[in-house]
């Protein structure tokens, strides 16, 4: 299984950002895809998910209004667009796939891509 998310870079503030996660090697259509944040120093903090499986959509708190998460369970590939960016939404993006429960933690999930990292420069 592979998760290859692509789409990060630098953006200046109130700017935007849609990286993408594509996964491959298995069909993920009775689980969730979610996307995950590092910053440096900093726990991992989720920011969202998607559960294929009736197409619930979750995002964490910070992220709600901002950040939109969509996708297409047929590619396996979920997207997160993120506006409005601030100096505190840098960090490492992670996207993950095959997730059960609540979708909200890292530990339920069981598959995991490179991340991808977002600059927001003030």
């Known amino acids: 299984v592979q998760l290859q998310a692509s789409g990060g870079g630098l953006v200046p503030v109130g700017g935007s950002l849609k990286p993408s996660c594509a996964a491959s090697g298995h069909t993920f259509s009775s689980y969730g895809m979610g996307w995950f944040r590092q910053a440096p120093g900093k726990e991992r903090e989720f920011v969202g998910a998607i559960n294929w499986r009736g197409g619930s959509i979750y995002y964490g708190n910070s992220m709600r209004g901002r950040f939109t998460i969509s996708g297409d369970n047929v590619l396996d590939t979920v997207y997160l667009q993120m506006n409005s960016l601030k100096p505190e939404d840098t960090a490492v993006y992670y996207c993950?796939?095959?997730?059960?429960?609540?979708?909200?933690?890292?530990?339920?999930?069981?598959?995991w891509g490179q991340g991808t990292l977002v600059t927001v420069s003030s």
């Open positions: 993950a796939a095959g997730g059960t429960g609540s979708f909200r933690f890292a530990s339920e999930y069981k598959y």
